[in-house]
């Protein structure tokens, strides 16, 4: 019977070779519009002659239009599978996202002088065979005192204004006055020779232009067989050298710190007119000496084998010298002004 239409065959061989030859989804859409659409759509008209045949041919008809109605979509499916697949590919560099994109000066950040000045002193002492370790800033009496030569009661205790946490397990907390407790906790797991640093967050009850109730420092031990001052003068004048400017000025005098002996305090000259009170002053910058025996018999080091040095920088203090700020709080304001400035 002729229903004017393109004979099934013809029409569905036609299709497949279009189908496949189609270059975009668009063109890929007019086709299926034109097999499938709704009112006119080829496949859509041949159904609907099926309604002139009778019972017994309507069957084997309506099979034969179905097997190849579904042998259509299917060609049209994995043809735009293939388009959208060819289109990614064909993307190119500039129109993917480039997450690693500069953004503009304006509102680009960077981190805070702290941390940047604290990867810095890793990478300085990393360079001079220094491990890096961290240690909790809540402590134990045991870590922050007794371990490292101070006695309780002591009148050296009073050096460290402190911030009692209560107790847990009947020890008492305290917010680690230094970070010289890392020293402890790094020497008990380590066997000499080493050497560490180990930066972080202090607190003691004090503040003023140069103090502030939470701080940062970093510490340094270095161990082994005949370590002596001369080493640790090299390796503090080297790194400040290194980590402030190559002209610095410093000096060091005598301290007093239970943990070590003899001590010393290392201070460095305020240049710069930012703050004129200060011109020409020498800052404290850190505490330092031979490790003490007793510290090293309470981490389980021989001290008839073993002798070494520590010392305990504080890092706002060298930011101050170097790039003039006058007051502490400064780093903690958020400030853009500030922050911006480096
Ligand atoms: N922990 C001392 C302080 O905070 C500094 C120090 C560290 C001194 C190591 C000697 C050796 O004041």
Redesign the pocket.
Known sequence: MDTGLVPLNELKEQSIERINAVQSQEDLNIIEKELFGRKSGFITLHMHSLRTLADSERRSRGGEINSIKSELENAIKSRRSFLEKKQMDSLSEEDLLDTTMNLPEEGHGHLHLIPEFISKVEEVFGRMGFDVAYGPEIETDEYNFDL?NFPKGHAARD??DTFWVGDKDGEERVLR????PV?IRYAKEHKPPFRMICPGK?YRKDADATHSPMFH?F???MIGKDISLKHLKGVMVTAMKELLSPDLDFRFRA?F?P??EP???MDIKWQGDLSKSREGQWLEV????M?HPNVLQNVGIDPDEWQG??????IERLLMIKHQIPNIRLFYLGDLRFLRQF
């Open positions: 490292l050096m460290q006055t230094h970070t010289s020293q202090v420092q510490e340094g031990m301290g710190f943990f070590t001590s010393l305090e850190a505490g330092c000496g490790t040095f520590a010392f305990g920088f504080g």
